[in-house]
């Protein structure tokens, strides 16, 4: 289960709780019979956050106790309770709902649904950089939440990672932690009290750091561009800063230098984030809305597929994969110890689908123009789906069906024996070979899964496929008839086959700046193409002669 309220290093000057009992303990105490208090899940700078289960609606929840020695005075605790309450009046997908705040003696609590997820933090910290759609949609989604909360006259004004939650079963990012924020930055210990700051210094608006009065929705503008800039480049703005030095930033008027995001991210975007990040807050967007429209046209939905061309590329990719196994399989085998008919079986079956969907894109008066462009499209596609889910690669469970699949193809051939070494057995393996790899790096995805994956699982993946081709390459000289070639040089063989492969996985593929969208049709594609298909045949309007 997720730490629901992972802060980051907090800045504190506060006296020490007035009660030496466990803040769990008592807390326990305080809810009494209506909720079973579960483990500490999470820890912050502001207080403890246990699972808990309501008995009255049988249902789990998520409870926070604020650290008493925030709420030391009674005026305090009840305007928080006030406060916490306002804001459980907030129902909407992106907002971590309260079901209930409640106060006894130095405590207040809150009880909130629990997330099955992480934090934005966590999420950030594991997979490291986000691809730009990933980072539009967090930043629309949260954008969301935050334009609804502002329409009710509730600010959050902490916003940054620790505060984003993202939901594992559907990916929804989550706002958290309304109704404590206003605490932290206009409560008697703070930068216009005492001096203390609660919180984290590293998602300050200007305003908030030098202490300006009042605090509107446009500073949670400017901290949710720094959390557009933490997706893009997988790190704060201010990471190497401390509380002091971000506050002489700000007195500075010094502006948050974008150049390494505008690399990383399409211009739309960057555009709406740099606006987010406007110093003077009258620059910014004015309303929480514009910048969720913003997004939205950055993102610009791509352009719907005709069915009958979805089909045919569908077609297209069973022809090439099926094809290039059987075709791999028969030169492994030998021509001479397979049936053509079965061959011709498996071959004209596959194609034979693949000629009707041709055939039903044709009487549909599609021509080439319209499937090179649902081509391109169908490629965007994929190339976010790559990038949002960062794990091209088969899982645990995959990785073992594949080896197991290998090898037992592998035992297959050295109980049949291996193929003849005639011209046609090698050119079917070579053909064979080349249409996996074709299958395996179609429509140039190979580059973007290999960017997508952290260097530490390259290295795993490249170790399981050296193994592999170690395993081959001695199985190869199993079968060879006696006497077999010096060992010298099948060690050689061996070591420049591990080194080619270990360089393909673990050599990072130079990122383009360019939108990956810009992808074209290759210019052999679109001869073929256009001399399959020709140019579109859809009826026009013609004017009547009168």
Known sequence: ???????????????????????????ARA??????????????????????????????VAVKVLLPHLLHAPEMRARFVREAQTAAGLSHPNVVTIYDVGSLDDLVWFVMALVDGESLRDKVHREGKQAPGVARRVLSEIGQ????????????RDIKPDNILIDAGSGRAMVSDFGIARLAFEGADTLTGTGAL?????????????????????????????????????????????????????????????????????????????????????????????????????????????????????????????????????????TEKVSPAFVLLILGAVLGQWVLAIEETRRRGLGWPAVRRALEVERSRRVE????????????????????????????????????PT???????????????????????????????????RFVFASVVSAVVVGWQVFLRWQQPEPRPPLWRFVVAVGVSVAITLLFFLAQPPSQKREERDWHVPRWLDGIGSFVFGEDSRPRTKRMAK
Request: glycine fraction near 12%; aromatic fraction near 6%.
């Open 423 to 457: 011209l046609l057995n090698r050119a079917l393996l070579v053909v064979g070979i080349v249409g996996v790899l074709v299958t395996g790096w179609g429509f140039g995805l190979g580059r973007i899964r290999r960017q997508a994956v952290k260097g530490s699982e």
């Open 1 to 27: 289960m997720m730490d629901v309220t992972s802060e980051a290093p907090t800045i504190s000057i506060a006296p020490p709780a007035a009660s030496a009992a466990p803040l769990g303990a008592r807390l």
């Open 145 to 156: 939440a935050l334009a609804y909360a502002h329409a009710r006259g509730v600010i959050h």
């Open 198 to 334: 609660v919180g984290t210094p590293h998602y300050l608006s200007p305003e908030q750091a030098l202490g300006e009065r009042p605090i509107d929705g446009r500073s949670d503008l400017y901290a949710l561009g720094l959390v557009g800039c933490y997706l893009l480049e997988g790190k704060d703005a201010f990471e190497d800063k401390n509380l002091l030095q971000v506050i002489a930033f700000h007195v500075a008027h010094s502006e948050i230098d974008l150049t390494d995001v505008r690399a990383l991210g399409p211009a739309p975007l960057v555009s709406a984030i740099e606006r987010c990040l406007c110093r003077s807050k009258d620059e910014r967007f004015a309303r929480m809305e514009e910048l969720v429209e913003a997004l939205r046209e950055a993102g610009q939905e791509l352009p719907e597929v005709p069915p009958a061309v979805r089909g045919l590329i569908r077609q297209s990719e069973q022809v090439l994969v099926t094809g290039s196994i059987t075709v791999l399989g028969l030169g492994a085998v030998g």
């Open 385 to 420: 789906e790559v990038r949002e889910a960062m794990r091209p690669h088969a899982g645990p469970v995959g990785m073992i069906v594949l080896l197991v699949t290998l090898f037992g193809f592998l035992e297959m051939l050295r109980r049949t024996g291996w193929s003849e």
């Open 31 to 60: 809810l009494g019979a209506a909720y079973e208090l579960g483990p500490l899940i999470g820890r912050g700078g502001m207080g403890e956050v246990y699972r808990a289960f309501d008995r009255r609606l049988r249902r789990p």
